[in-house]
């Protein structure tokens, strides 16, 4: 059957299908490209290879067990992911999170911002042919990510951002490991700038090359890195404040020409300010933790303690659960009685925190926030990642949407490449940092 596309291309042009088993269009994009020799005539981008019902999926999950499917959008920057629709649900609910809750989600928000962008621009190099500038990359994301899976117990999908405030306390050394991220990483920052900002054949393959006007990018929807690549200094974070992020000094960089360069720069600018967000956060955090006592019983023991009395020694609770003692909780989780979830050593070690453990969690019975809707946005990777729900007054959602930083972006990308050479492609759908998950949902 002969489509559309093709019923409009001139006789002399050749058809050319690039993705979806390209390298470089990460096995979720197709475009269907006229050349004329070199130069590209026409496109057409046809994205939704890794669509699986992520919305719809949310609507028959409970509150609280959707949480995993959030991790799977853009799933380098997953922390991001679980703010944004845990930010949603509490401004649905009205509840108000302990300020030390605040400041972990700033910095685990943050390192993730800077582990998206160093993934975003080592792919963009290699696909350019800068192979050491991504393993310079990757090596700086691997302290990172060291932190990211200190405190979560994981790195990529984390599920660590919980409604009301964050699954557990930091781990015991983080402080130790993040400043040895932050070294790292400005040392990676420097190194690569070193070997890109003034290559002759990198700047070839990005300078003046997909130019996005700031009124066109605008009318795209066009938001994060990519719009400030523009001039537009538009940043969730300073526009409408959340979290801490009103308390703290970062700047929020620009570009003046809206290619392809412009949006690598503005990424290699915006991790320097996001580790210097970091730094910030390092002191409201510090505070010495609780030392557990050799008296501490395993479970099993506190439970059979507790028959008749509460046991007076503290639960020993297994390295995965630590930091979400019950009181450790108030200052890292909403203490709403509605909302609440008992800590791990009452729910291990007596009955009444098993029950309410098992009442919050249960089909049919936890989580009901008040009928209504609520929107709620975070400054992702990509740009403004907003969470749009609508509760009935049940234990799931009756409406969940996403807005797809991602999706606003790609859409400019049939209309930035034509006209261009073939070899444009790459370096301007690189600059993109097109994330399946997030983009097709």
């Not at 949603?88 to 911002?113: D, F, H, N, T, Y």
């Not at 997909?210 to 066109?216: I, T």
């Given at each position: 059957m002969t489509t559309a596309f093709q019923a409009e291309a001139r006789p002399e042009s050749m058809l050319v299908n690039m993705g979806p088993s390209h390298p470089a269009m990460h096995g979720t994009i197709r475009i269907m490209l006229e050349l004329e020799g070199e130069r590209i005539?026409?496109?057409?981008?046809e994205v939704g290879y890794l669509h699986r019902g992520f919305e719809k999926t949310c609507e028959n999950r409970t509150w609280f067990n959707l949480l995993i499917y959030t991790d799977r959008l853009n799933y380098v920057s997953p922390l991001l992911n679980n703010l944004g629709y845990a930010?949603?649900?509490?401004?649905?609910?009205?509840?108000?999170?302990?300020?030390?809750?605040?400041?972990?989600?700033?910095?685990?928000?943050?390192?993730?911002?800077?582990?998206?962008?160093?993934?975003?621009?080592a792919a963009m190099a290699m696909e350019t042919g800068a192979f050491t500038a991504f393993l310079y990359n990757m090596k700086a994301r691997e302290f990172l990510w060291d932190v990211i899976e200190q405190t979560t117990g994981a790195r990529m999908t984390t599920s660590y951002i919980r409604i009301g405030g964050v699954r557990a306390d930091l781990h015991a050394d983080y402080e130790k490991a993040v400043r040895r991220g932050i070294d790292e990483t400005r040392k990676v920052i420097k190194d690569v700038r070193g070997l890109l900002d003034k290559n002759v054949i990198f700047l070839g393959r990005t300078r003046d090359?997909?130019?996005?006007?700031?009124?066109?990018?605008?009318?795209?929807?066009?938001?994060?890195?990519?719009?400030?690549?523009?001039?537009?200094?538009?940043?969730?974070?300073?526009?409408?404040?959340?979290?801490?992020?009103?308390?703290?000094a970062f700047d929020i960089p620009t570009g003046d020409r809206g290619d392809n360069f412009d949006r690598y720069l503005v990424r290699m600018a915006e991790m320097e300010q996001s580790l210097r967000i970091i730094e910030q956060c390092l002191d409201p955090l510090r505070r010495d933790r609780p030392a557990r006592g050799p008296t501490s019983l395993e479970p099993a023991e506190a439970i059979r303690a507790g028959r008749t009395t509460p046991p007076d020694a503290a639960v020993r609770l297994s390295p995965n659960l630590e930091g979400a003692e019950k009181d450790v909780l108030g200052d890292i989780q909403s203490t709403d009685p509605k909302f609440a979830i008992p800590g791990k050593d009452a729910v291990y070690g007596t009955i009444e925190g098993l029950i309410s453990h098992f009442q919050y969690f249960m089909k049919d019975h936890g989580f009901r926030p008040p009928a209504g809707e609520a929107y709620a946005a975070v400054e992702g990777g990509n740009g403004e990642l907003?969470?749009?729900?609508?509760?009935d007054g049940t234990d799931r959602p009756y409406r969940l949407h996403l807005r797809a930083p991602c999706l606003h972006v790609v859409s400019a990308l049939s209309g930035l490449i034509k006209g261009r050479l073939l070899a444009d492609i790459i370096p301007t759908f690189g600059s993109m940092n097109m994330i399946g998950g997030e983009l097709d949902r």
């Open positions: 005539r026409n496109a057409d981008v930010m949603a649900v509490e401004k649905l609910c009205g509840l108000e999170i302990p300020e030390r809750a605040q400041w972990i989600r700033v910095l685990m928000s943050e390192l993730s911002r800077v582990s998206d962008h160093l993934t975003c621009l090359i997909a130019v996005m006007g700031r009124d066109a990018a605008v009318s795209y929807g066009w938001t994060g890195p990519a719009l400030r690549s523009t001039g537009i200094a538009y940043d969730v974070r300073r526009a409408h404040p959340y979290l801490t992020y009103d308390r703290l907003g969470f749009f729900v609508v509760s």
